[in-house]
């Protein structure tokens, strides 16, 4: 059965740091491409970041410098390292995975993360 299973959300301040952990089953980690989406309320689902096979990251402009994903193969989980934490950062977080061969895409189920000021 693949599940997609993520951790790690909570509340904080303004200018805190929070870690988002996700861990996929059901295919080889190795050859999984992983990302986090965010969803805040009224709001579109939004890409925040992605690393593929080779720990190739990416990120959308407004996390740039402040948040970091990670990925250890031995641990079969990837991270979403998030400091400098603000408000418009609240938002439903989501592990997406996608196997680099092919075949559906798997969502978690969201963890919230809420900055207060």
């Known amino acids: 059965q693949v599940r997609v299973v993520e951790s790690g959300g909570g509340s904080v301040q303004a200018g805190g740091s929070l870690t988002l952990s996700c861990r996929p089953t059901?295919?080889?980690?190795?050859?999984?491409?992983m990302a986090w989406h965010r969803q805040a309320p009224g709001k579109q689902r939004e890409l925040v970041a992605s690393i593929n096979t080779r720990r190739s990251a990416n990120y959308v402009d407004s996390v740039k410098g402040r948040f970091t994903i990670s990925r250890d193969n031995a641990q079969n989980t990837v991270y979403l390292q998030m400091s400098s934490l603000r408000p418009e950062d609240t938002a439903v977080y989501y592990c997406?995975?996608?196997?680099?061969?092919?075949?559906?895409?798997?969502w978690g189920q969201g963890t919230q993360v809420t900055v207060f000021s």
């Open positions: 059901g295919d080889f980690f190795s050859v999984l491409t």
């Open positions: 997406h995975r996608r196997n680099i061969f092919g075949g559906p895409d798997y």
